[in-house]
């Protein structure tokens, strides 16, 4: 965290995940959170790190994303600060009935987040 202090962060506004862990990973750091540029949709973030407003946070499965592929040039770095982990949940009611886009959407999701 010490290497982003100064740093122009691109964000979320306030309330949304990521705007939040931003503002904790900040001030545990005792660092000022510098917000060059607040977005309502996280995917954004990539567009405007590309464009050089500054450094975004977001998961690391969004990174192996067809879209965060053509949004380069950008470099992901994994973010090593105590508490910087989001835990995602999926549910489903056993025994009912699950469609097949469904359970392909649960496979995906499992596949992906557990490769992370």
């Known amino acids: ?30 660092l000022e959170l510098v917000v060059a540029c607040e977005i309502d949709e996280a995917t954004t973030a990539i567009e405007m790190v590309s464009a050089g407003l500054g450094v975004g946070f977001g ?6 994303s067809p ?4 949004r380069a040039p950008f470099s992901p770095v994994r973010l090593a ?13 056993e025994g009912a009935y699950v469609s ?8 995906h999701l499992t596949a992906s987040l557990m490769a992370t």
């Open 67 to 70: 879209l965060a592929a053509s």
């Open 59 to 64: 998961p690391a499965w969004y990174l192996r």
């Open 100 to 107: 097949e886009a469904a359970r392909r959407f649960r496979d």
């Open 1 to 30: 965290m010490a290497d982003l202090a100064g740093e122009p962060v691109v964000t979320t506004r306030p309330g949304i995940w990521q705007r939040t862990l931003a503002e904790r990973l900040f001030s545990e750091a005792g």
């Open 81 to 93: 600060a105590p508490g910087a982990e989001r835990v995602l949940r999926l549910f489903w009611r």
